[in-house]
């Protein structure tokens, strides 16, 4: 009986030390991935919305007629890409009248992938200077933003395959020929396939 006590004695007391010595697991917290840093709310996408200024915009009466957006296309953004490998890179800037460069230093710029809800935007919005509806949010999952440094010097890295419009605005005044300042929108076109670096500047000449 004594051997039986004193083997259950020892027994318990090894269970006891291996257990003490067991490191408990401790409750970590979700890691969130692919968060992005900016919300739908307080993001401006007025420059999606409309070929005008801010300013222009304000002195715009309310009752002013939009051009109808097309329905948003989601079979068309499911099928995106959502993750990548490209690299796009430039500078952004206006050109004078006299080839003097003017910087968009520190504008924020968007790639907004080819769709055919934002070919509507860059021929009617952007190239024939209608006002449009505002655009759907589901719109911002979809866009890539960056900003210019001092330079005007930008880059987005990460970008999946496929074709893009690289948008920006630089602002100028007096030395475009302005009275006043002014936010002037450039658009261009840009595909990415891989792990290319595309290096495309966004540019136009100040009218």
Do not use: H
């Not at 006590?5 to 269970?15: D, F, H, R, W």
């Not at 051009?67 to 993750?83: A, D, K």
């Not at 949010?137 to 893009?164: E, H, I, M, Q, W």
């Amino acid at each position: 009986m004594y051997k039986l006590l004193m083997t259950a004695t020892i027994t318990l007391m090894v269970i006891s030390f291996f257990t003490g010595c067991v490191k408990r697991d401790i409750p970590l917290k979700p890691i969130q991935q692919n968060v992005n840093p900016y919300n739908v709310n307080d993001v401006d996408m007025s420059d999606l919305d409309e070929n005008l200024t801010e300013s222009e915009i304000m002195m715009t009466e309310d009752g002013d007629e939009k051009m109808e957006r097309i329905v948003f296309p989601t079979s068309e953004y499911n099928s995106l890409p959502r993750s990548g490998r490209g690299t796009v890179k430039g500078q952004i800037y206006l050109t004078d009248a006299y080839g003097t460069k003017v910087l968009g230093s520190g504008t924020r710029l968007y790639l907004n992938p080819i769709t055919s809800y934002s070919k509507q935007w860059y021929i009617e919005s952007y190239l024939g200077g209608n006002r449009m509806q505002k655009a759907d949010a589901r719109l911002f999952n979809y866009l890539k933003f960056t900003a210019a440094d001092s330079k005007g010097n930008f880059a987005f890295y990460g970008v999946p395959n496929g074709a893009y419009y690289l948008i920006g605005t630089v602002k100028c005044g007096e030395e475009c020929g302005y009275a006043s300042l002014k936010s002037i929108r450039i658009a261009t076109r840009v595909s990415v396939q891989g792990n290319q670096i595309i290096q495309k500047d966004l540019t136009r000449v100040a009218e």
